[in-house]
């Protein structure tokens, strides 16, 4: 197995719709994205010979994902989170705020990215988002798990 591994970071605020802890208000992060693609086998013809893939293809994809999220404020498409969005404008707050169909947790990102990054033909295996330099989270869907 051959993995091609990439990464970028991004700033980026969210809001966690209905969460009571310390992370309640609006707070932003340094995200680090670190993104594995893999192949059992290498390109045998053509340009990419003896390539899993080109690293300027997966850079390319991963220049949309920095561009969606980067000095944005994420906020889950949900009536708080419209309710939010609202008031920031009322306020005269100029935010360019990225609505999500999920709440924008490190986990939920994780899997958003994941499956943008496989939509745009990235062959991805792992997707580990850093929200902290300490704490992340991997997603993958080589693992089936269940509650």
């Not at 009571?20 to 053509?46: A, M, P």
């Not at 990235?122 to 992340?136: D, K, M, R, W």
């Amino acid at each position: 197995m051959f993995t091609l591994k990439s990464e970028i970071q991004f700033d980026t605020a969210h809001y966690l719709s209905g969460y009571q802890g310390k992370c309640k208000n609006i707070h932003g992060h340094r995200y680090r994205l670190v993104v594995k693609v893999s192949s059992q086998d290498l390109h045998e013809t053509g340009h990419l010979r003896g390539m899993v893939d080109d690293f300027s293809s997966v850079k390319e994809a991963l220049k949309k994902i920095h561009d969606r999220f980067d000095h944005k404020l994420v906020v889950e498409a949900s009536e708080e989170g419209k309710e939010v969005a609202k008031k920031l404008e009322e306020s005269g707050l100029a935010f360019e705020i990225v609505f999500v169909p999920y709440r924008p947790t490190a986990e939920e990102m994780s899997r958003d990215i994941y499956r943008n990054l496989k939509a745009d033909g990235v062959a991805v295996t792992e997707v580990e988002l850093f929200e902290t330099p300490t704490n992340s989270c991997i997603y993958t869907e080589e693992y089936s798990c269940s509650k």
